[in-house]
């Protein structure tokens, strides 16, 4: 029995010194002294040994039990003195080197063109107004007097989830969640982001954000649209700027325009900026259709009002002199930062 313990001590020692690992330290303990282990397994088997040699046996044991034990602790505390020795190694910090940079992140151009216009409104008393990027067909078409069948309504490409309902269009359909609450006067800014089956290009995106704006009051006039849109264009572009109002086609409006201002690059000369002509296109109006109005249960011969529309993408590209909206949207850091 003493030479069979001999070699279990023996060929644990073994084992522990070739360890490499915490882990496998473990493992030879579970195996020898454990409940399934090897010395276990002689204590299992005292009752074989004559009574008056089981004292002596039990003496063995616990002696093989200690010696075994004492060489495991004290390659475990090798091994753990290794491994902290190792870890400071390679946590040590060399003071001498120059710090790490702390980047940190900002607005994106569409965020800052943003905020920019809702100050701008929001300081002639407009208030911001947010809706659902899901909406119902009647919303945003039917009730901006955009029916059934209606051309226009082909015209926008219009991604359908059902036969009622779709990725909004346009950011209109904010605006008539508004005027259907009846608490009048309204003045409100709907940004929003919006989707159309457009083909990816330098001017186009299925994904892009509109800022539509409302106003709806007693003796609103055209008058009213004009000198509003015109305090907008000085605000953004400086105070040279000069607006031009052309005759335009818009179903929820009318009479339609669309807004063109003085090219801030070359003063209204013609440049390669404003392709010569001196103006750019900037956004649509108009006075909001009386059949809009009703349809929202608003009685157009108390109330008038009037409505624009302007890309926010287009708003930053012009203001930035981005010459591609694909910019905006491939998160390349390098454009980015310029910002």
């Keep these: 029995m003493k030479e069979k313990l001999n070699q279990i001590k023996e060929e644990a020692i073994r084992q522990i010194e070739a360890s490499d690992a915490l882990e496998k330290l473990n493992e030879i303990r579970v195996n020898y002294?454990?409940?399934?282990?090897?010395?276990?397994?002689?204590?299992?088997?005292m009752k074989d040994v004559a009574p008056e040699d089981r004292p002596k046996v039990g003496q063995f044991v616990n002696e093989t039990?200690?010696?075994?034990?004492?060489?495991?602790e004290e390659y475990r505390v090798k091994m753990e003195r290794s491994l902290r020795e190792t870890r400071m190694k390679a946590e040590v910090i060399d003071v001498t080197l120059p710090a790490g940079k702390n980047n940190m992140g900002h607005r994106h151009p569409n965020t800052i063109a943003l905020e920019e216009v809702e100050r701008i409104f929001v300081g002639m008393g407009y208030e911001v107004v947010e809706g659902p990027e899901i909406e119902k067909d009647y919303y945003?078409?039917?009730?901006?007097?955009?029916?059934?069948?209606?051309?226009?309504?082909?015209?926008?490409?219009?991604?359908?989830?059902?036969?009622?309902?779709l990725l909004r269009s346009q950011t209109s359909p904010t605006q008539v969640h508004e005027m259907e609450k009846g608490h009048l006067p309204i003045?409100?800014?709907a940004p929003g982001r919006v989707f159309r089956s457009d083909e990816v290009d330098a001017t186009h995106s299925p994904s892009f954000h509109q800022i539509e704006g409302l106003v709806i009051d007693k003796n609103i006039t055209f008058a009213d649209l004009k000198g509003t849109l015109a305090v907008f264009a000085k605000e953004l572009f400086g105070e040279s700027t000069e607006v031009k109002f052309r005759p335009h086609h818009f179903q929820f409006t009318e009479p339609s325009a669309e807004?063109?201002?003085?090219?801030?690059?070359?003063?209204?000369?013609?440049?390669?900026?404003?392709?010569?002509?001196?103006?750019?296109?900037?956004?649509?109006?108009?006075?909001?259709?009386p059949h809009v109005l009703r349809m929202s249960g608003i009685d157009p011969e108390k109330y008038t009002g009037f409505a624009f529309g302007i890309g926010l993408e287009r708003i930053a590209l012009l203001k930035y002199e981005i010459d591609d909206m694909r910019l905006l949207y491939e998160n390349d850091i390098r454009f980015l930062k310029q910002f």
């Excluded at 009730?143 to 991604?159: M, R, S, V």
């Excluded at 013609?270 to 900037?282: A, L, N, P, V």
């Design 33 to 45: 002294l454990g409940k399934k282990g090897e010395l276990t397994a002689v204590l299992k088997s």
């Design 65 to 72: 039990r200690e010696e075994i034990e004492k060489v495991l």
């Design 140 to 165: 945003n078409f039917e009730a901006l007097n955009i029916p059934e069948g209606h051309p226009a309504k082909d015209e926008q490409d219009t991604f359908y989830i059902t036969g009622d309902i």
């Design 187 to 189: 003045r409100m800014l």
């Design 259 to 289: 807004m063109d201002v003085s090219c801030y690059k070359c003063g209204g000369k013609g440049c390669r900026f404003c392709k010569g002509s001196g103006w750019i296109e900037i956004l649509g109006c108009g006075m909001v259709h």
